[in-house]
């Protein structure tokens, strides 16, 4: 959960699932096939040769050689670089702040998440409708002056009616709303888990 562009995440796990499967099963076939292993020999054996022509093109003192030797290494250490740079751009992701304010006087105020978990806890304990409950919080780039987005998720009792869980998830966001000030954006999930098959079912009355 995190502004990350997904549709490129998917395009370059893709590719990148897809060059890994073509050198395994290059890989595979060099060690099963002979044709393929000759071809792979032949093909190693020319880049090899042409990146000896190349360092011949760049001479340097020893014991560098050539240049391309230093070069080489730079663009690989370049290319790490930015890719950190890159990550650490991206999507914001989850975070421990469920909200936070800045005032030039009375300084920057943030609520943590699990004061709000300890309330949601707090307000569902005795309650047969639910066996488990979970609040986190996530953020994005350049959103420092937003609250941050919450995600609710009740595990329902086996037997227990889906309106009653609907309606117990809606009165915990009015709290929340009521505890922060404002109205956060809540992601509410009501699902079922290992608790929910071992609980006893709801009988209600």
């Known amino acids: 959960m995190n502004s990350t562009n997904r549709a490129v995440n998917r395009l370059f796990l893709a590719i990148a699932g897809l060059v890994l499967l073509g050198a395994g099963l290059l890989a595979a076939g060099a060690g099963l096939v002979p044709g393929i292993a000759d071809q792979w ?37 370049l290319g790490a670089v930015a890719s950190i740079f890159w990550l650490t751009r991206q999507g914001g992701g989850r975070t421990g702040t469920a909200a936070g304010e800045q005032d030039p006087e009375l300084g920057d105020t943030a609520v943590d998440v699990s004061y709000l978990a300890a309330g949601v806890e707090q307000a569902l304990k005795g309650n047969r409708a639910v066996v488990g409950s979970s609040l986190t919080t996530w953020r994005g780039r350049n959103k420092r002056n937003e609250s941050s987005a919450l995600r609710l998720t009740l595990q329902a009792r086996k037997g227990a009616s889906p309106r009653e869980v609907a309606d117990l998830a809606e009165d915990l966001v009015g709290a929340i709303d009521a505890q922060l000030g404002h109205h956060p954006t809540v992601l509410v999930r009501i699902g079922s888990g290992t608790r929910t098959k071992l609980a006893s079912a709801h009988r209600a009355g």
């Open 41 to 77: 020999t032949a093909v190693a054996g020319g880049l090899l040769e042409r990146w000896q022509a190349l360092l011949s093109t760049a001479p340097a003192p020893e014991p560098l050689g050539s240049w391309w030797t230093l070069a080489l290494p730079a663009l690989l250490l």
